[in-house]
Structures are given as structure tokens and as C-alpha cells.
């Protein structure tokens, strides 16, 4: 099957748990993110990129003057409009479609927003070109996801533990690479924040519904991880575990 199409299933399948998955409806960085989009110079045009479930669209709507929530998964889409139309938020519109080819015209939107999408991404290098094209020139893109360890040993178990648990991932990128991505892809950028997101165990295979045999392979790696890492993720009798999360900020280079 091609990634595409694993992604666009396993996350059609689990649409509904993601609304109200805590990780992904609470978090300070859905305030920050508001906040961001409030000081703009005028009511933003948002795109959304990777949205999920929506929780990035319903943090912006109320300061933006529309949101486009964009997703490879119609199903995902479908929650999101739902959403939407209980919240009263009807300057959200739903289009569906791949992050690597968007069919926007180029400085459409003023600002451009992901959150927790993109360790999905089979490009990620031609998505954030795209993105470039479709931002206004003094526009602001904001990136939030899983971010790696720098070091190799605890980068290796997360992308082991990632997989195992969800065929759609393809990588948690360092803070380092995505400075760097984005630097080539024509964009000035900062890490403005970083945290640790805790997984609980049970409700993080739940979500994605992991087979049990993968389940049980996640917790012999856990087990079997040398202590630096263990020590690193802060892994838990009940293998409950901390991982690093990230919002990056960046705007075109040329007005940086």
C-alpha cells in the first residue's frame, strides 16, 4: 500500500478518538498559537495544514478571518466540519488534499499553521516549499509537532517506538533539521518553545488502535532500552513515557 493511502486510513479509521484525544485538544501551545494569530496586523486568512481533528483550525477561528482545515483524510475532515458546526465556528472550511502539491493560489493565506502532522509527511521538504508559495510575503508559518532527540541512541528508540505503534509514521525530525528545512526552504526561523508531552501508554495504542503484537513489541523495546534513554523518556512502571514537542516560528527570509 502506498504511504499516502496508509496514512489517509489509519487515521479515517480513528477520526473520532482524535477530537477528543486530551494530547490533542488541550496544551498550552493552542493558546500560544491563538495568541500569534491575534497579533497579527489584521484578521488572518489561516491555512491548516495536517489538521487532524481540527483542534489548530477551532484555536485560531475566533481571531481569524477564515480557516481553511486541510487534511489527506475526508473522514478526519468530516469530524472537523462537525466540530465546527457545534462550536458556532463558520469561518472554518474544510478541502482535502496532500501537504506536498496545494492547490492554492501562490501569498494566498497570511498565515500557515501545522500541529502534530507533520512526522507524517512522506515530503517534507516539497510541503514547506508549497508552503512558502502559498504564504503572503509578510506572513507567519507556524509549526508544532514531536520533535527528536539530538542524540542518535534516544532518536533511534523513538522512531522504533513511532512505527511500531502507527504504520503512517515516517519521522519525529530534530529541532536541528527543521531549522535547517526550513532555512532552505526560503524561511527565517526559531524554535519559540519546547516541552515534554507525557503518552500514557494504554490511551496512546488505544488512539491509533496498534495490534496487540505490536503493542507488546513497544513495551520489550521500552523494557530492553539502555537506561540513558529509558532515563531520557522518562519511561514508567506501566511504560507511560515523555517525548519532546516543539513550535517553530518562521516567516519568509527576504523580511525576516
Known amino acids: 500500500m502506498q504511504q499516502q493511502a496508509?496514512?489517509?486510513q489509519q487515521f479515517g479509521n480513528t477520526a473520532s478518538a482524535y477530537l477528543t484525544s486530551s494530547v490533542h485538544a488541550q496544551g498550552a501551545d493552542l493558546a500560544q498559537?491563538?495568541?500569534?494569530?491575534?497579533?497579527?496586523?489584521r484578521r488572518p486568512v489561516v491555512l491548516d495544514l495536517g489538521c487532524g481533528a481540527g483542534h489548530a483550525s477551532f484555536a485560531v477561528a475566533p481571531v481569524a478571518d477564515?480557516?481553511?482545515a486541510y487534511d489527506l483524510s475526508h473522514e478526519m475532515l468530516d469530524v472537523v466540519a462537525n466540530a465546527a458546526r457545534e462550536r458556532g465556528h463558520h469561518?472554518?472550511?474544510t478541502q482535502q488534499g496532500n501537504v506536498a502539491t496545494l492547490p492554492f493560489i501562490d501569498a494566498s493565506f497570511c498565515m500557515v499553521v501545522t500541529r502534530f502532522s507533520a512526522h507524517h509527511w512522506l515530503d517534507v521538504p516539497a510541503a514547506l516549499r508549497e508552503v512558502r508559495r502559498v504564504l503572503k510575503p509578510n506572513g507567519v508559518f507556524i509549526i508544532i509537532d514531536i520533535t527528536a532527540p539530538e542524540s542518535p541512541l534516544h532518536d533511534t528508540t523513538l522512531q522504533a517506538v513511532e512505527l511500531l505503534r502507527d504504520a503512517s509514521h515516517v519521522r519525529d525530525y530534530r529541532a536541528s533539521e527543521w531549522l535547517r528545512m526550513l532555512s532552505d526552504a526560503g524561511f527565517a526561523s526559531e524554535q519559540l518553545n519546547h516541552w515534554k508531552l507525557q503518552m500514557k501508554f494504554d490511551e496512546w495504542t488505544a488512539r491509533m488502535r496498534t495490534p496487540a503484537e505490536r503493542v507488546t513489541a513497544i513495551r520489550s523495546l521500552l523494557h530492553g532500552a539502555p537506561e540513558e534513554t529509558r532515563r531520557y523518556f522518562a519511561v514508567e512502571a506501566d511504560d507511560s513515557f515523555?517525548?519532546?514537542s516543539s513550535l517553530f516560528k518562521a516567516t519568509p527570509a527576504n523580511l525576516a
Open 91 to 93: 469561518t472554518i472550511s
Open 6 to 8: 496508509i496514512v489517509a
Open 242 to 244: 515523555s517525548i519532546d
Open 33 to 41: 498559537l491563538r495568541e500569534i494569530a491575534a497579533g497579527m496586523p
Open 66 to 68: 477564515s480557516v481553511t
